[in-house]
């Protein structure tokens, strides 16, 4: 069974960037895939990045193409997922990001979205979810450290105290009853 999704979402990145953020997420018999774009201005730099994530039924990513965009050229990198934790970057074993089943692009507030469905957490409990990081607008890769709390909803909203340590970030996200991203703390803001 599909999850509901919306037709599009959108966001306003404020705090570490300015920039916007369209997602089009879209429910496939086998799955789902996630496109969007983003651009932004971080520490005087302007960029853009482009990118289709495709995820099994189960909410773990088999695959992400991503295109970025910026003064110092474009840059485009390919990952694809086993579905067991295991990468290839570019069609090559990249066993420093081995054991994650999420990937999360720092240019994107939505791809918190992964784990939070994945995980399926009830009220009270936590969740270790490393993920696949690629870093904007150089799309470099690395392991990020994080996790998830399911904390009691709020006015319909589902939420979860979340922690990166690598970052020092520990925040409350609030979701949507889709499970699609509404607020992340000094990065991101739904406007629909």
Known sequence: MTAAL?????CRHL???????????????DGYRFEG????????????????????????????????????????????GDG?????LDSR??????????????ASAFTNTFPERRLALEPGRRAEAP?????????????????YA??????????YDYAAPAFEVETVLAYDEDGIVLDYPGLATRVI
Request: proline share 4%.
């Open 84 to 88: 067991e934790g295991g990468w290839l």
């Open 93 to 106: 074993p990249a066993m420093h990001v081995e054991g994650c089943l999420d990937v999360d692009l720092e």
């Open 131 to 147: 993920a696949v990081y690629v870093r904007a607008p150089d799309l470099r890769v690395e392991r990020l450290d994080q996790s």
């Open 37 to 80: 774009h983003c651009s932004a201005v971080e520490d005087g730099q302007a960029w853009g990045i482009r990118y289709s994530i495709v995820l099994d039924a189960s909410w773990i990513t088999r695959s992400a193409q991503i295109v970025s965009r910026s003064a110092f050229g474009t840059r485009e990198l390919s990952l694809e």
């Open 6 to 10: 919306p037709v599009a979402a959108a």
């Open 150 to 159: 399911r904390i009691e909803d709020d006015d319909g909203r589902r939420r």
């Open 15 to 29: 705090g570490a960037r300015e920039g916007f953020e369209v997602l089009f997420p879209l429910a496939e018999a």
